[in-house]
């Protein structure tokens, strides 16, 4: 033949590169938006759990703080008016806790928006019926988000 060896020349040229298909590039495109679809969905999930989690812990501290004003003060303003087990409402007025019959509406500032306190104080008879321990059931309760959500802290309060 003329003196060239065919199978070296094969092996000299660059092996054809191969490319993707429209087909094949469509399909990785759609896979790469389902997962920052999904990535997306789990961020906004995530933020909102995370402003909820941070309102309840405002609330928290809200009926905590009242608890902590309800224990420093002494029993006998706390104390209803009559001891027939039914709930009378606490509230804060120039500085002091009131005991009322009715609900004094109370708000506290949740994330900048106001949210209802309440503070009820119940008569509790623990030795069931004589006078020698007897205690007051003061419970707070602050919603942080519908009116479902809730947070309630409860003490009893001793003479």
Known sequence: MNGINHASHRSAVPARRRRFSLVEILFACLILMIMAVGGASFICHAISQLSIQ?????????????LEEVRSSAYANLKPPALN????YLSQSAGNLTVSNGDPAETVLINGTPK????????????GGLSSYDALRVTVAVQYRGDHDTVCLETLCAP
């Open 54 to 66: 941070q309102s309840r812990r405002l609330a928290l501290e809200a009926a905590n703080s009242r």
């Open 85 to 88: 087990y039914q709930s009378y």
């Open 116 to 127: 209802p306190m309440t503070t009820t104080v119940t008569y509790a008879d623990l030795d």
